[in-house]
């Protein structure tokens, strides 16, 4: 580390203007959150700052309200309308909660210290790098969009994970069709840089692709009236079907209504390479092909960032693709160092053995019998237990559930003497400890534009049309975003009658 610069001591310490503490008073425990995305916010929303030192670094001082950013990227939506400033939500909460506009380089669980960077601060070393330890530790950094390797990609896509990312797809947009009307092209280059391509069938994939539609249908054919006709659309996804994490009937219905839109579905084609005209796929009967085109996004599935990769070789998770936590959201083999969101996936452990670990604590009298009563208990621990065998989705509605839940550990912490440690000392469930996380799931959205959406509910209740888009909205509106966000989107939310739970 010291060829960044010089030792550790030439960093500052952020921990030197919160030293001074009462005689007498204990200081409070140090709690450093990395990042202000759905997960860290959501945790610093909810964390009681009066009873720890909380320090938030990021190098985004803002929280971005993602399921809107495909609607940044035709200018249905103002990015102002879908960011809410963290200083903001930290002053809301008396301000107790300092902020570091800085991204963290390095973790070192060994000694509780995270190394970071500022880019838009100097130092007395000049580099902008700082140091801050912690008692606890919640990395709530998020994934990175994941090439994965594919030759042009970086170089001749773009990605929509960021709210900068969302404004350069517009641009981008609007280039192409300037592009397209000038004098000297002919009808070929008109038509591959009205070529747009969307790699990934995900949601975020289609969402994009529907709305870029509908902005091509909607706004842009009025003021392009000489090169409508030669848009094309068209989505790339490995599998045999867009919208795979969706129930089969969500994903015909997107599958139908994008053919009756004229956006061309290539599913079983593998992006191979980008170059800067053409785009080369590959599909099993059909072997390798080129197709040209103006503009492309690649949303095609994330991945886990360096600085998460590295910190994993150190603790001995450096055979897996993904930092594993255990299911009070503790990072495997790292001394109070917790991760939430998409950064990280909870482990579960096999049922078989779980079951039996239930039923030996039920038997609390160790009799050998359960009563009545020790038997409703195990029941109600299998339950919850069994909910968790499925991996969870990387959504924002389990990153925000996974915050709050950890926030609401850290404020129960030092509830009584007995358990000063809080979730770090569970080894057992039961009523009188802290319940595993456990994720509520509000439904599934994908809008397709043309207000026309396809939910999926609780309870496989499946609802196609135009009222859900009203629905989705609603969910992410009245559990998260503050009422100024609220009035600045574009939907009409007093629409809602019913909210699901
Ligand atoms: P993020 O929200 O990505 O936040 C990560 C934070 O960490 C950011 O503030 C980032 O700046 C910061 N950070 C990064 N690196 C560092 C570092 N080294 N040090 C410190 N801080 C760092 N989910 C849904 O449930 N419904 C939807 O409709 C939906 N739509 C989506 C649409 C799009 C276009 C995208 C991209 C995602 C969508 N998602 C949706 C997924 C959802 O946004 C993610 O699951 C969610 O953001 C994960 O939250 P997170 O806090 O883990 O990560
Ligand atoms: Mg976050
Ligand atoms: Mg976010
Ligand atoms: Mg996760
Ligand atoms: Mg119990």
């Known amino acids: 580390f010291a060829a960044s610069g010089g030792g550790l001591v030439a960093y500052a310490d952020a921990r030197a203007d919160t030293a001074a503490e009462s005689p007498g008073v204990a200081p409070k425990k140090k709690v450093v959150v990395l990042g202000t995305g759905w997960a860290g916010t959501t945790f610093v929303k909810n964390i009681d700052s009066s009873l720890y030192d909380v320090q938030v670094i990021s190098p985004r001082n803002y929280f971005a309200f993602t399921p809107l950013l495909p609607s940044v990227t035709c200018g249905t939506v103002e990015p102002r309308s879908i960011v809410e400033p963290i200083r903001k939500i930290i002053t809301k909460k008396g301000g107790e909660i300092k902020f570091w506009e800085a991204e963290c380089f ?160 290539k599913t079983g084609f593998k992006v191979v390479k980008v170059s800067d005209k053409t785009i080369t796929m590959e599909n099993a009967l059909h072997g390798e092909s080129s197709v040209p085109y103006g503009m492309a996004v690649w949303s095609a599935g994330i991945g886990t960032r360096p600085v998460i990769l590295d910190f994993m070789k150190q603790i001995g998770q450096g055979n897996r693709r993904v930092l594993a936590t255990d299911e009070w959201l503790r990072v495997r083999e790292c001394e109070d160092v917790y991760a939430i969101g998409d950064c990280a996936t909870m482990s579960q452990r096999k049922v078989m053995e779980d079951i039996m670990e239930i039923f030996r604590f039920a038997d609390k009298d160790n009799s050998g019998t359960l009563t009545v009563k020790e038997i409703q208990d195990v029941l109600e621990d299998i339950c919850i237990r069994l909910q968790k065998v499925k991996n969870l989705p990387a959504t924002a509605q389990v990153a925000a559930q996974q915050g709050n839940y950890l926030a609401r550990c850290f404020n129960r912490m030092k509830d009584s003497a007995e358990k000063p440690e809080g979730p770090k000392r569970i080894t057992k469930m039961g009523r009188h400890h802290f319940l595993p996380f456990r994720y509520k799931h509000l439904g599934q959205f994908a809008p397709l534009g043309g207000e026309q959406t396809a939910a999926q509910l609780p309870g496989d209740w499946i609802s196609i049309g135009h009222s859900t888009q009203w629905l989705w909205y609603s969910v992410y509106a009245s559990k998260q975003v503050s009422w100024r966000t609220r009035a600045l989107m574009k939907q009409p939310l007093l629409h809602v009658t019913k909210e699901p739970t």
Request: net charge negative; proline share 3%; hydrophobic share 40%.
């Open 106 to 265: 390095k973790l070192d669980p060994e000694n509780k210290k995270v190394y970071c960077r500022s880019n838009i601060g100097t130092n007395l070393e000049g580099n902008g790098e700082f140091l801050v330890d912690y008692d606890y530790l919640v990395i709530a950094v998020g994934a990175r969009a994941n090439t994965f390797n594919t030759p042009g990609v970086v170089e001749h896509c773009h990605f929509l994970k960021e709210v900068e990312d969302a404004q350069k797809i517009r641009r981008s947009v609007m280039d192409c069709f300037e592009r397209a009307t000038l004098p000297d092209l002919d009808e070929e280059e008109r038509k591959r840089t009205l070529h747009f391509v969307v790699v990934g069938g995900g949601p975020t994939g289609v969402e994009f692709a529907a709305e870029l539609h509908d902005f091509v249908s909607e706004d842009l054919a009025k003021l392009y009236p000489t090169i409508q006709d030669l848009v094309k659309i068209t989505v790339v996804e490995h599998a045999e079907h867009i919208l795979t994490m969706f129930d089969r009937r969500i994903s015909k219905f997107a599958e139908e209504k994008f053919q009756r839109d004229g956006i061309e579905l």
